[in-house]
């Protein structure tokens, strides 16, 4: 059977278009970026209803909008608690090194700074005063330093460190032609992961800190967000190599022994964090794969079976999780 030019263009507009979609969706999970969502929630949040679904050690903490705007939530094996309570977004929490500040971002007056408080929510500090969107950071692994994302106009993403004591900031990575962001440190080695994007997609980077050097990981521009393991010999991500949408994997910090871990094809499968005792993997998952939109909850997947458990839904977006 003889196919015309213009079937084949609508053929091939289609597989175009089914391509972006797949494209679009990584790129929405591997980018840093901002909630900007805001609206009132349909019916007063009764916290009392909501449980963890696996018995659990420690507490994770993490944001959800199931207030109507982003908060901060700790959740343990027996309830459930509001740190943040707010008209703004407050968002992708990360614990000291002590685990007793917790660090967010934040946009009370329109831009996004990071902040710090108190393990309960109180004593709520600003730390950074850039001229731009401050977002996403990590604790330094002596507990002196923040480094988070800077955004600027066009969605040039850059890494920069706040000194607690001096409130110096400084770019970390100045030589580096592209974005670069989502920092995480090596608790015993100063070594430092991110997720850079050179060309076209986003892809795992290692930095030296003492030599300042980096390599690339992962190549092929789908991979993201690593973290370090709580004794600092294995680093998990996410890529969408396998299934075109995301899952959590794992390797060395030298970028070997790749091993994919989720294998769930139907889901998009991201914001990897360990438990403190490197046993399990806290991550995000959603059927739709958009920041905006979906219902994401939190899962668990035990390192050494790859066996994944639904940890917590809310039926909002809950994401970022830290493990303390």
């Known amino acids: 059977m003889r196919v ?8 091939s507009a289609a597989v175009f278009f089914c391509v972006f979609l797949l494209w679009l969706a990584a790129f929405l999970g591997c980018s840093p970026g901002k909630n900007d969502r805001l609206q009132a929630p349909s019916q007063p949040l009764d916290l009392s209803r909501l449980r963890a679904q696996f018995d659990f050690q420690g507490r994770i903490i993490f944001q959800s909008d199931m207030d109507g705007d982003s908060e901060i939530y700790c959740l343990t094996a027996d309830r459930l608690v509001k740190l943040t309570d707010n008209d703004w977004q407050d968002e992708y929490p990360r614990c000291s090194p002590d685990s007793r500040r917790i660090s967010f971002s934040a946009n009370p007056g329109g831009k996004f700074h990071i902040f710090a408080m108190n393990m309960d929510g109180t004593d709520v500090v600003r730390v950074t005063n850039s001229p731009h969107d401050a977002i996403e950071q990590a604790w330094y692994p002596d507990g002196t330093r923040i480094a988070y994302t800077q955004e600027a106009p066009g969605r040039h993403f850059s890494i920069w460190v706040q000194d607690l004591k001096t409130g110096k900031a400084e770019q970390l990575l100045p030589q580096f032609s592209g974005s670069n962001a989502l920092p995480d440190f090596s608790p015993n ?54 299934d075109g949408k995301g899952d959590i994997w794992l390797m060395n910090p030298d970028g070997s022994e790749k091993v994919r871990l989720t294998e769930r094809d139907e889901t998009y499968d991201y914001f990897p964090s360990w438990s403190p005792d490197g046993k399990y993997i806290v991550f995000c998952s959603d059927l739709l794969g958009r920041l905006d939109q979906g219902h994401w909850s939190l899962y668990l997947v035990k390192v050494a079976t790859r066996r994944v458990f639904p940890l917590f839904q809310s039926g909002s977006r809950d994401l970022f999780p830290e493990w303390r």
């Open 4 to 11: 015309s030019n213009s079937g084949k263009l609508r053929a």
């Open 189 to 242: 080695q100063p070594l430092m992961g991110f997720t850079g994007k050179r060309l076209a997609g986003w892809d795992v980077y290692l930095l030296e800190l003492a030599t300042g050097r980096w390599q690339e990981l992962v190549k092929g521009g789908r991979s993201c967000r690593p973290r370090f393991s709580p004794d600092g010999r294995k680093m998990v991500y996410v890529s969408s190599e396998t």
